[in-house]
Every structure is written in C-alpha cells, then in structure tokens.
C-alpha cells in the first residue's frame, strides 16, 4: 500500500481501502463500531461571531473553527506532557503563552496556580477562550488577540515580564512556522525575566528513506499520459513539493538519523528585523548533515524527515518531557517526505548521506537537499530545491 493512498491520484477516483485477512476481517469490519468524524461534525458548529462573520474574515482566520484546535485537545499525550510540565515548573510564576489556541494549556498553566496567565493569540479563537475561562471561574488568566511583534495588540501594565513562555514553535520543519518563531524570539528578548526560561526549548530534525514504488507510479510517472496527453513538465513541480502524511512502518528501509539539533536560545533575532517582510528569515535558518544506514535491500525513492519536540529544565527535571515523533506512529507534526531525483537502489549496509537546508519564506519553506550515494550499482549525488507550504 502507498503511503499516501489517501490523497487518492490526481485525474482518478480514490479506490476502497484494502482489507486484508479475508472474508473474517471484512466481517469483523463491518461489525466494527463506526467513529464519528469530530472534526468535520464540530467545524460546522459556527460561534455567533463567525454567523456575522464575512467569508473574508473567516477565510483569513482559519484557526478560529473549532475543527482547526481539535486535534490538540484530543492529543493525550502532548496534553499529559505539558500538564505535567505546567504543575511542576510553572506554579507561582509568570507565564505568557503565545499562540494559546482554546486556552486549554493556558487555563491548566492558570490552575496550577501560575501567579498569572497572559495567553495570546492572533485568532478570534481567543475570543471563545475568554468565556470559558470566565464560566469556569478562572480569574488569573487574560487573553489577548494580535501579535505583540506586529504591535496589534499591548501587553498590560500590570504583566509586562514573565519567568516562563510557553510555545509550540517548531513545526514539521522545525522552524517553518516563522510567525510563530518571530513572535517568540520578540517576546523572548523583551518580556523573559532574567533566569526565566521557554518551555518547550529544544527541537529535533530526523530522516530515513522510504520505498514507496506505488506512489512514485501514482504522482510522479502518472503524468506521462493524462487522459491522452503527455503532461511530462508537471513532474518537474511534483518532485519539488514535499508531501505530508503518515508512513506506514514497512515502507522504511533505513534506520533513523537526526540532522537538525535546535535549542530555542540559539537563535537570534535582528532588533531591525522588518515586522512587515515576512519572507526575510535569515535568522531562521538551519541546515545538517545526516548519514542514514540502509537496513534492507530495496530501491529508496523518498526521504522523510520528521520533527520532535523537547523540553529540558536543568533547575526542574519534573517539567522535562519529549514530544517524540516516528514515521508509522501517532504524531504531533506530519512527516513530511521529498521525492529523490533518482530511484536509488541500495544493499542492507549501504550509507546515505546527505545536507539539508531549511530557509522560511513567510508560508513558504525552502528545502536544499543534498544526497550522496555510492555502491555497486549506482553513483549517485544530488542537490534538489524543495517548497513546503505551511
């Protein structure tokens, strides 16, 4: 099965998923109790706001529907590691929370007790968090719309610097959420009181080759013949866009290599960097070498990276925790996986190396790939240029 069946092939109708075992598996599915579709039932729950709403406002501020921060209340595992994290590292401080969402992290930080909670986020969404934080007597948090960077929106006098920020900056390709990284390093820079700390603070980039012949069929060769004609030249943009979603465990053939370790207080911001130019993000750039190692026989055809996120505080061990990713697994970010320019057939100890290179361009990302390598039948190196949008 390819690794991206669902996305369904460009020109053709996606077909039924496979079940595999036979007559007593497709038995056991159909007796199987059907799950309801949570994200796409709530996000046709539409607030008051949004009933009065133009399509404009609400096609700009996607993160206002519900079905935008769903994924991140059902996530049990990142909630029980920034719970745990909020009760141990943050009671009695000051925490700013940018990018607060629904305001679930933030009320929790609040209860812990944090001494007070000033929550920010550029959506409407925080509109709804204000509620419910008020509904549920919550009365040491304040939640702000705009971005402090920007200057939309003012911190108040009373909160103005803060022992902790909390903040999911990575992404799936660790700093491609510039606006989110932007806003974090102002803030970071202007409102963190001395000793004070980010939580989480450190990122990982990782890879590994994938074989995935039946999808390279259906998304790259494909276009050789569109329903008669040679649409050949649109290779060339499929190969450059890296696609995200699951990989199933038996596509991997190699072992797992990480290219990028990024700790938060490493970057720098330029004090004239221009608020307005979102598309200039030297300061966010970051790039490493990898040497993946082949485990089995086959013909890799992409290469999938993968983030993870960690939170390390040497003064509080207890509020330490990892949010780990791993292709075939339940992620917290999407792996992301880059056509090779080459089918590249390797042996069980065959060495893939490599370079890459990460520039944010505003929604785009850049992607450098550089790929090395060399056995009895091929001598193979590379250098390609990747857009990922966010």
Same mark, same amino acid.
């Given at each position: 099965?390819?690794?991206?069946? *669902?996305?369904? =092939?460009?020109?053709?109708?996606?077909?039924?998923?496979?079940?595999?075992?036979?007559?007593?598996?497709?038995?056991?599915?159909?007796?199987?109790?059907?799950?309801?579709?949570?994200?796409?039932?709530?996000?046709?729950?539409?607030?008051?706001?949004?009933?009065? !709403?133009?399509?404009?406002?609400?096609? %700009?501020?996607? #993160?206002?529907?519900?079905?935008?921060?769903?994924?991140?209340?059902?996530?049990?595992?990142?909630?029980?590691?920034?719970?745990? !994290?909020?009760?141990?590292?943050?009671?009695?401080?000051?925490?700013?929370?940018?990018?607060? %969402?629904?305001?679930?992290?933030?009320?929790?930080?609040?209860?812990?007790?944090? !001494?007070?909670?000033?929550?920010?986020?550029?959506?409407? $969404?925080?509109?709804?968090?204000?509620?419910?934080?008020?509904?549920?007597?919550?009365?040491?948090?304040?939640?702000?719309?705009?971005?402090?960077?920007?200057?939309?929106?003012? *911190?108040?006098?009373?909160?103005?610097?803060? /022992?902790?920020?909390?903040?999911?900056?990575?992404?799936?390709?660790?700093?491609?959420?510039?606006?989110?990284?932007?806003?974090? *390093?102002?803030?970071? /820079?202007?409102?963190?009181?001395?000793?004070?700390?980010?939580?989480?603070? #450190?990122?990982?980039?990782?890879?590994?080759?994938?074989?995935?012949?039946?999808?390279?069929?259906?998304?790259? @060769?494909?276009?050789?013949?569109?329903?008669?004609?040679?649409?050949?030249?649109?290779? @060339?943009?499929?190969?450059?866009?890296?696609?995200?979603?699951?990989?199933?465990?038996?596509?991997? #053939?190699?072992?797992?290599?990480? =290219? $990028?370790?990024?700790?938060?207080?490493?970057?720098?911001?330029?004090?004239?960097?221009?608020?307005?130019? #979102?598309?200039?993000? !030297?300061?966010?750039?970051?790039?490493?070498?990898?040497? $993946?190692?082949? &485990?089995?026989?086959?013909?890799?055809?992409?290469? &999938?990276?993968?983030?993870?996120?960690?939170?390390?505080?040497?003064?509080?061990?207890?509020?330490?925790? /990892?949010?780990?990713?791993?292709?075939?697994?339940?992620?917290?970010?999407?792996?992301?996986?880059?056509?090779?320019?080459?089918?590249?057939?390797?042996?069980?100890?065959?060495?893939?190396? %490599?370079?890459?290179? $990460?520039?944010?361009? %505003?929604?785009?990302?850049?992607?450098?790939?550089?790929?090395?390598?060399?056995?009895?039948?091929?001598?193979?190196?590379?250098?390609?240029?990747?857009?990922?949008?966010?």
């Amino acid at each position: 099965n390819s690794f991206c069946t *669902l996305l369904g =092939t460009p020109g053709t109708e996606m077909p039924p998923k496979r079940q595999g075992g036979g007559s007593a598996a497709r038995a056991a599915a159909n007796l199987a109790p059907r799950v309801p579709f949570v994200e796409a039932n709530e996000s046709l729950r539409a607030t008051e706001e949004e009933r009065s !709403a133009t399509s404009k406002s609400l096609y %700009g501020d996607h #993160k206002a529907r519900v079905s935008a921060n769903t994924h991140h209340i059902h996530d049990r595992l990142r909630l029980r590691a920034y719970t745990a !994290a909020v009760h141990a590292g943050m009671r009695g401080k000051r925490v700013l929370h940018l990018g607060c %969402g629904m305001g679930l992290v933030s009320m929790l930080a609040a209860k812990a007790p944090a !001494a007070h909670v000033v929550a920010v986020d550029t959506s409407t $969404i925080v509109n709804a968090a204000r509620v419910v934080a008020a509904d549920n007597k919550i009365a040491n948090v304040t939640f702000l719309q705009g971005s402090l960077h920007e200057g939309t929106v003012q *911190l108040p006098e009373a909160h103005r610097e803060f /022992d902790v920020i909390l903040c999911e900056w990575m992404s799936s390709f660790v700093t491609n959420d510039s606006a989110s990284l932007r806003e974090l *390093l102002f803030c970071r /820079d202007n409102f963190l009181a001395a000793g004070g700390t980010v939580c989480p603070n #450190k990122a990982e980039l990782s890879v590994v080759g994938i074989a995935d012949y039946q999808y390279k069929c259906d998304t790259v @060769d494909y276009w050789d013949s569109v329903y008669g004609f040679n649409m050949a030249p649109m290779k @060339d943009l499929v190969m450059r866009e890296p696609t995200g979603c699951p990989i199933p465990k038996h596509l991997i #053939k190699s072992k797992p290599c990480t =290219t $990028i370790s990024l700790d938060v207080f490493d970057l720098k911001q330029p004090k004239d960097l221009d608020v307005k130019d #979102k598309t200039k993000n !030297a300061h966010l750039v970051v790039e490493g070498d990898f040497e $993946i190692n082949v &485990t089995s026989k086959s013909t890799l055809h992409f290469l &999938t990276f993968y983030v993870s996120g960690q939170n390390r505080q040497q003064d509080c061990p207890a509020a330490n925790f /990892d949010l780990a990713s791993a292709p075939g697994a339940a992620n917290p970010w999407s792996e992301v996986s880059a056509a090779l320019p080459e089918a590249l057939p390797v042996f069980a100890g065959d060495v893939v190396s %490599g370079h890459v290179r $990460i520039e944010p361009k %505003g929604n785009d990302t850049e992607i450098t790939l550089s790929v090395k390598l060399s056995n009895d039948l091929i001598q193979h190196e590379s250098t390609t240029v990747h857009h990922f949008q966010y």
